[in-house]
């Protein structure tokens, strides 16, 4: 069955520190994975996708995800945390060719001044 | 463009009462999905409408039902509430229904089952 891991709870950083959020998938085929981010009290928004292609995709606010099939990962990198990237991580794949998405279970980004 | 917006934003009920939640999509968008979202479960997929048709269901029981009307508005309803139903309740809207598809989420209700 397809599920998506992340492994760490919640992390804490200092602010300026690099980041790098864990996902692990399980799935058969080639997966769409994607990343949300969702603040308190709001809804979950898009960061980056991948589908295809170039295995170091581009997403919003400064972030990036490698792909990688030999480890059946895909994680979240900013070079640079700002305050402001406080809140909780989603990863997750596309399945069955719907929105039915599996998402991980979050990661809690905390960010030290 | 409007987002996807959520009504009611909160809501209180008790066991055994029924609720409905009502979505609307972003302009154009003619798929809209509905998760549950709660600390114990994290976020699981209930079910996606497009065209009026629910095209996927989640594994949740019958309890739980949907609708799509013909301008894509979506409500939810919960019937015969039970305690363990309280969760944020997010709506997902996108162009088309596809596992490549960007979604995008209204910010919820949150429903508390007292």
Known sequence: AQSVTQPDIHITVSEGASLELRCNYSYGATPYLFWYVQSPGQGLQLLLKYFSGDTLVQGIKGFEAEF?????????????????????????????????????????????P | KAGVTQTPRYLIKTRGQQVTLSCSPISGHRSVSWYQQT?????????EYFSETQRNKGNFP????????????????????????????????SLVAAANEKLFFGSGTQLSVL
């Open chain 1, 68 to 112: 990688k099939r030999s480890q059946s990962s895909f994680n979240l990198r900013k070079p640079s945390v700002h305050w402001s990237d406080a809140a909780e991580y989603f990863c997750a794949v596309g399945v069955n060719n719907n929105n039915d998405m599996r998402f991980g279970a979050g990661t809690r980004l905390t960010v030290k």
């Open chain 2, 39 to 47: 600390p114990g479960q994290g976020l699981q997929f209930l079910f």
């Open chain 2, 62 to 93: 019958g309890r739980f039902s949907g609708r799509q009307f013909s301008n894509s508005r979506s409500e939810m309803n919960v019937s015969t509430l039970e305690l363990g139903d309280s969760a944020l309740y997010l709506c997902a809207s």
